[in-house]
C-alpha cells in the first residue's frame, strides 16, 4: 500500500507526519535529552524512531526541518551494541548508516544516536552522541501495534509500509488467518481433534480411532504443523484382515468374502471331499481383531471299523494300514472245505460304513445223500456231511445200483461224482418173432417178478418155454423161446416130381404143392396138396402109379411073350405075338405098351394055315403071364401101403429094403 504523507502542525510543540495505514512521524519542536524524549515519545504514544530501510534516512533528511541539534532517533548503545530501543533489537550490520568516521564515542559515553538532517554534509547519516545532549525526539509511531498483526506475528516497519511476519501457523497480510490443515479424514472410522472447530489449524492434534473390524494404518495422533500440512501422512483404517487359511487337503472352503483379502465378519465354510470328514468347526469366522474365531479344521479321511478276524478264513485288502479308509477293498477267502457264507468282497464306503455285512466261513457241507430203493452209510454220521465224508450206497433186493456205491464230499462241497439211484432190476424186453408176449406187468420195462407168456401167430409153433420170470438178478429163469414155422413133410413122390410154390428146403404152413407124373405113371391121389397150418398136408400125397395096358386078349393058336414078364404090362412092355404052328399071324407081330396105357396097335390073331398048334402054346403063355402080373400087381400095393407106414418114423424119400413081420420084397422103380 502506498502510503499519501501529509503534514500537520499542531501548537502543542509536535508535529505529526501522518499516512494512512502508514507509520507516523513525529518530532518534539523543543529539544531533550534522549531518556526525556523517550518520555516524550511515549507520551503521544510513540517511540522513537526506528528505521529499517536506510532510504527512510533520505526521506526523513529531505521532509523533517533543520535542527542545530538534530534529532534524536531510537538507536542506543545497550550492553555495549546498538540496539533499536522499540524492538530491544541489535542493530544488524546491513541496515547501519553511521555518518563518516561514526560512532566514533568522542566524548565518551557517545551512547545514543541521532540523525543529521539538512546539515550539509552527512545529510540523513547517524552520529553517536551522549544521551544527555538535548535534541528534538523524533518518533514514530509504528503502524505496527499489538493488533497490527493480529498478534500473530511480528509487524515489521517500513519506509512506507509495514509487513507482518506472521507466526508459525498464521498468514495473511496482518497474519490475520490461521493456517490449517486438510481437514482429516478417515474412513471406517473416526478422527477427535484437540480443535473441535470445522477447520483444524495449527497445533491442534488430531487423533483417528478405526472401527472395529478395521485396524489403524499410520499413527494415531497427527499435528497439525504450521505449514498447513500434518506431522506425517494420514492414516488409515485398513479393513481387518484374517491370515489367510491354510489350503485344506482333501476338502474346499468356501467365504461369504470371495475377494483374496479375508475381511472381519467373512464366514468361511469347509466341507470335505467324498470319503472324508471335517475334523473341527464347519465354519470360521474372521474375528474383528484379525483372527479366526476357531483353528482352522482339516479333512480327515474316513476310515471303517477294523475287520473282525475271520475264522477259517483270510481278508486282504487294498489298502494294507492299519486304518482302512474308504474305497478300499477287502476279499475274504476261505480255507479248504470251507465256503464264504456272505459277500467275498467288502467295502469300506465314504460314510465310514463297510458295504455289506461280514461273511463267514462256514464247513462246507455237501448236499445230505439219499437214495431211494436203497440205503446211505456215511463215516460222518452226523446230519450235515462235511468235507471228507465217505458214503456208501446199497440199493434193496431187485435193484441194482446205478452209479457209484461210494461217494466223497470234497472241499468245493460238491461230490466226487453224481449221486447213484436204485434202479428196479429189468430183465431183457421179451420179444417173440411171428408171437406175442403177454406179461402180468405191463410197463415199458420188465421189473423183477414180472412173468411173460409167449405165444405163437397161426402156422407158428412155440419152440421153449410158453412162460418166463423175471428173476431179482435181472435174468429170465430160461432162455426165451421162438415161434417156429410150422412144416410140412418133405413131399415126395416116385416117378413124379413136386413144385411147390415154397420153393425152400422146409415146405411151411400154406405152401401149395403140386405133383405131376413122369411120362408112363399116372397120379394117383390129389395132384395138390396145402401144408396146413398144423404141419399137416391137407390130404393124402398122392403117388404115380406106373401105366399098364390093358390085358393082353390071350392070343388063339398063338403065344405072346411081354418083355414084362409081370401082370400088370406097364409103358413100354413089348409084347411079341407068335402063332402055333400051322398058323399064321394077322396083324403085327409086336405090341408096346403105350404111356397112355394103350396097345400101340391092334392085337394080332394068329389064322390057322398050317401051324394052329403054336397059337396055343402063345395062348398059354399069354395066360400064365396074365396070372403072374396080377399078383405082382398085389405085393406091389401091399409094400406102397407098408412104405406109408414107414415114413412117420423114418422120413425118407429114398426107396429101400423093407423087412418087417412078413418078408416082402419091393419090387419097383427107384424114384
Ligand atoms: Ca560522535
Redesign the pocket.
Known sequence: MTCLWFLSLLAYGLTILEGVNCWIYIYSNTNKNYDDAEKWCHNHSAKLVAIQDKSINGYLNEILPHNPSYYWIGIRKINDKWTWVATNETLMKKDENWAT???????KN?DCAEIYIKRGTDDGKW???KCDYTKAALCYRASCNESTCSGNGQCNEGFNNYTCECNPGFYGRNCELAVTCPAPSIANGSVACSDPSANVTWGNNCTFTCEEGFILKGPDTLQCESSGNWTEEQPSCEAVTCPALTPIANGSVTCSDPSANVTWGTNCTFTCEEGFILKGPDTLQCGSSGNWTEEQPSCEAVTCPALTPIANGSVTCSDLSANVTWGTNCTFTCEEGFVLEGPDTLQCGSSGNWTKEQPSCEAVTCPVPSIAHGSVTCSDPSVNVTWGTICTFTCEEGFVLEGPDTLQCESSGNWTKEQPSCEAVTCPVPSIANGSVTCSHPSANVTWGTNCMFTCEEGFVLKGPDTLHCESSGNWTEEQPSCEAVTCPAPSIANGSVTCSDPSANVTWGTNCTFTCEEGFVLEGPDTLQCGSSGNWTKEQPSCEAVTCPALTPIANGSVNCSDPSANVTWGTNCTFTCEEGFVLEGPDTLQCGSSGNWTKEQPSCKASERPYVNYVYVGIAAVSASVLTTAAFFLWLARHLRKKAKKFTPSSSCQSLTTEGSFQHVGKTV
Open positions: 568516521g561514526e560512532p566514533n564515542d568522542l566524548k557517545e552520529n553517536d552522541e
